[in-house]
């Protein structure tokens, strides 16, 4: 499985940006989808997940309420709508693909997102 993020950019607080993550190769086996987000200096913490059979989504204490995953099937992507940015949501944004078969993880390259005060 191939992922490719888009969608970052620098926006002022208060402000809104739409991540997508669009998957390659074998999408059949993806069981989940999730974002996750990197600060400088900070670990790589979870975001949103969203499942791909029946869309049923999980989302950090954080960002509850401000954002909200989706995904287009038949595009076979997924998306990240957030909204009412804060300056510590700066980060670099990741997808990652969960499969079944085989049992694994995909990553994508990633996108800034740049929240200015």
């Known amino acids: 499985v191939q992922l490719q993020a888009s969608g970052g950019g620098l926006v002022q607080a208060g402000g809104s940006l739409r991540l997508s993550c669009a998957a390659s190769?074998?999408?059949?086996?993806?069981?989940?989808m999730r974002w996750f987000r990197q600060a400088p200096g900070d670990e790589r913490e979870f975001v949103a997940l969203i499942t791909w059979a029946d869309g049923r989504t999980i989302y950090a204490d954080s960002v509850k309420g401000r954002f909200t995953i989706s995904k287009d099937n038949a595009k076979n992507t997924v998306f990240l709508q957030m909204k009412s940015l804060k300056p510590e949501d700066t980060a670099i944004y990741y997808c990652?693909?969960?499969?079944?078969?085989?049992?694994?993880?995909?990553w994508g390259q990633g996108t800034q997102v740049t929240v200015s005060s």
């Open positions: 990652a693909a969960a499969t079944v078969s085989p049992r694994s993880e995909y």
């Open positions: 190769g074998r999408t059949f086996s993806i069981y989940s």
